[in-house]
């Protein structure tokens, strides 16, 4: 970034104090060098976006700035910070970067899920299908661009940008891809089969999932970065796509990101 920073939107986890002290104290000092907070529901009228809490924080805050481009920086107040660039004790040093303008913006794809009637929703992370019956696996029929894949029986499906690869996809046993790559990775959940393994696409691909229902009863329940939560019918689809806003996410650039692997999820231990 260029250009000093004169308008900031402050996010943070209220159920944290911790978290509401440091968006306080940040407030204070934004308002003293002269730079205008704006609220969270105004954040299209901002130049950058802080939020205060973990990572699920960032994510609230970054699905809220992407579609009006404007970028987040994320203080760690969580237990992991993966997508955090920095901790609440060196906050203001990092505040004072940004609103100089010294902060780098790297740009990371984004994904939406869209049903039939619905408008797009954005993630930033990954979609996540799977039954609303606990202890059931599922049937999804899965196309890609309009050509059958197949089915999964399985307890759900994740599909995930690279920011997302190293969170639940991860855990599914899907690949990790570095975060400026722009493709898709399509993870089952627990597949009840050897020969479904995660798959990449390229991002261009449109992703259809319907529900094969086996009992009147049965319901899909898609959810965006374990955040945004909708129900799919037994009639319906969800359809997954690169989405057209790009997530802009501010760091000092010090920090290479395979470091961040090996200190935040232990690589290579």
Request: proline fraction near 6%; glycine fraction near 8%.
């Amino acid at each position: 970034m260029a250009n000093a920073i004169q308008a900031v939107s402050l996010f943070c986890n209220r159920e944290k104090p911790e978290a509401r002290r440091a968006l306080a104290e940040a407030r204070a000092y934004l308002n003293r060098r002269g730079v205008r907070v704006v609220s969270e529901e105004r954040v299209g009228a901002a130049q950058a976006a802080v939020s205060f809490g973990g990572d699920g924080t960032l994510l609230s805050a970054a699905r809220r700035a992407a579609p009006h481009n404007v970028p987040v920086l994320g203080v760690n107040l969580g237990r992991l910070g993966f997508l955090t660039s920095t901790d609440v004790a060196n906050a203001r040093s990092v505040l004072a970067r940004l609103i100089a303008g010294r902060l780098e913006a790297d740009s990371r794809m984004m994904l939406e899920a869209q049903t039939s009637q619905g408008v797009p929703r954005p993630g930033v992370n990954d979609c996540v299908i799977e039954g609303t019956a606990r202890g059931r696996v599922v049937r999804l029929a899965v196309s890609v661009n309009g050509h059958a894949l197949g089915d999964y029986v399985a307890d759900g499906l994740i599909v995930s940008t690279p920011t997302g690869s190293t969170a639940y996809s991860m855990a599914a046993g899907g690949p990790i891809a570095t975060p400026e790559m722009d493709l898709l990775v399509v993870t089952p959940i627990c597949p009840h089969s050897l020969s479904q393994r995660p798959l990449l696409l390229p991002a261009s691909a449109v992703i259809e999932v319907r529900l094969r229902p086996r009992r009147p009863e049965e319901r899909l329940s898609v959810s965006l970065d374990g955040q945004d939560h909708f129900t799919l019918g037994s009639a319906d689809r969800v359809v997954v796509r690169r989405s057209p806003a790009r997530l802009r996410i501010l760091s000092d650039g010090r920090k290479p990101y395979f470091d961040v692997l090996r200190d935040k999820l232990r690589w290579g231990d």
